[in-house]
């Protein structure tokens, strides 16, 4: 009887253990949406993309690369840019002065055939940019 005693315990043991881990795993994701949450008006736009696979910066301007041999050096066209569904134009610029920091909720980027439903403008790649007011 006091082998069964210890089993039992062992595997109530390890059901515990097993359902605390993911407790914490939630817990985490939920810290890390708070911190992004709290600090998101610090973060500029241009820090934003950064951060995006895919961007890189010049001259304090972001370009898309592209899967093919696209250098630093090649000539290289401003992406479209979307703000909240509508298209604003390739000028970071011109979207930097519309959008607040802290409206910024998620920064996403197209290229290839997710980029085509824009036509010809998004012909150097789309950053979609969606704010909370929307």
């Not at 973060?43 to 950064?50: A, E, G, H, T």
């Not at 972001?62 to 899967?67: C, G, I, N, S």
């Amino acid at each position: 009887m006091g082998t069964h005693r210890f089993w039992f315990l062992l595997i109530l043991l390890i059901i515990g253990a097993c359902t605390s881990t993911k407790t914490n795993i939630g817990q985490e994701k939920t810290l890390d949406e708070q911190l992004q949450e709290r600090n998101r008006a610090t973060v500029s736009l241009l820090d934003r993309l950064r951060r995006v696979p895919g961007i890189i910066i010049r001259r304090n301007t972001p370009y898309v690369l592209k899967a093919t041999a696209d250098s630093p050096t090649a000539r290289s066209y401003e992406p479209l840019y979307v703000l909240d569904g509508y298209p604003v134009g390739n000028s970071f610029r011109r979207v930097n002065e519309l959008v607040q920091n802290f409206d910024i909720k998620n920064v996403e980027v197209l290229t290839g055939s997710e980029a085509s439903f824009y036509g010809s403008r998004a012909g150097a790649g789309v950053i979609v940019i969606t704010t909370y007011k929307n």
